[in-house]
């Protein structure tokens, strides 16, 4: 992204103006240091006149990651390490909802177990 700023010409100082963020914050967006939303991303392709996709294809291996919850949809970029732990946050979160699940499968069949057994005391008295 930083060679594409430089070609033009353009200041960090100049970009972090018009996101209207500091310029630490766009420096360490330059540096892949931090994770910037589709909006953002898309107004810095808007500023350098590039696609989008020019400003993910560098030697960082950086991805996109799409979520959208509610009709509310965002956007993130990250480095391949910062996904890649992500991913294994997302997996262990699966994993422990998992687990709760089967948990509760086996309440729900316990429970479904004292209410025959009631329905058979029932029918006795």
Same mark, same amino acid.
């Given at each position: 992204m930083s060679i594409l700023r430089e070609s033009q010409g353009i200041s960090q100082a100049e970009?972090?103006? %018009?996101?209207?963020?500091?310029?630490?914050?766009?420096?360490?967006?330059?540096?892949?240091?931090?994770?910037?939303?589709?909006?953002?991303?898309s107004k810095i392709a808007d500023l350098l006149s590039v696609d989008i996709l020019d400003l993910l294809a560098d030697d960082k291996n950086v991805y996109l990651v799409s979520e959208s919850n509610n009709n509310n949809t965002?956007?993130?970029?990250g480095s391949s390490a910062e996904?890649?732990?992500?991913? @294994?946050?997302?997996?262990?979160?699966?994993?422990? @909802? %998992?687990?709760?699940?089967?948990? @509760?499968?086996?309440d729900i069949a316990h429970l479904e177990e004292i209410v025959a057994l009631m329905k058979k005391a029932e029918d006795f008295n």
């Amino acid at each position: 992204m930083s060679i594409l700023r430089e070609s033009q010409g353009i200041s960090q100082a100049e970009m972090a103006e %018009q996101l209207d963020v500091d310029v630490n914050t766009y420096a360490r967006i330059e540096r892949g240091e931090t994770h910037v939303l589709h909006p953002k991303l898309s107004k810095i392709a808007d500023l350098l006149s590039v696609d989008i996709l020019d400003l993910l294809a560098d030697d960082k291996n950086v991805y996109l990651v799409s979520e959208s919850n509610n009709n509310n949809t965002s956007c993130v970029i990250g480095s391949s390490a910062e996904i890649a732990f992500e991913i @294994q946050k997302l997996k262990s979160e699966v994993k422990l @909802q %998992q687990k709760i699940i089967e948990l @509760q499968k086996r309440d729900i069949a316990h429970l479904e177990e004292i209410v025959a057994l009631m329905k058979k005391a029932e029918d006795f008295n």
